[in-house]
């Protein structure tokens, strides 16, 4: 039980000092929205591996589904040069989910953070959903053959 504890712990941890490297990795788009000096570099250890093996890691063993992504372009601006990919997985049955960032130039998907007992805001969740399917009715017709 102690090994499963300390298991947590550290990914605790690891979430923790993710989090705060993807705020320096991602000081271009930073820089858009936060005060100068409010955010600071930090080197923490982050866990990176080939992209196709994390992702059908998550799928196939930690049975997570997709939950969103989105592209990270230099300044965030729509026409920037694509950073990478952050993406959000969770489990519903038990309420795991993580965060990750794929990188393209190196093939590689990076843990940014672990999270247990999600709780989620149901009417924030219910305004993409609805935002989202507004979206799609908007799509043109395509005809297949």
Known sequence: MMKYVKIFLGF????????????????????EVFPPDLLKVQSVPVYC??????L??????????????SNVTVQGQPDG?????????YNTENRKGVFYLTIPQTGETCLLSYGIDWVFDTEILLDVVNDSLANVSKLPDIEVE
């Open 12 to 31: 605790l941890a690891l979430g923790m000092f993710c989090a705060l490297v993807y705020g320096s990795l991602n000081k271009a788009q930073a820089d």
């Open 49 to 54: 591996g080939n992209s196709f093996e994390v």
């Open 56 to 69: 059908v890691t998550t799928m196939n063993t930690f049975k997570m589904e997709l939950l969103g992504s």
């Open 81 to 89: 040069r694509l950073l990478g990919t952050m993406s959000v997985w």
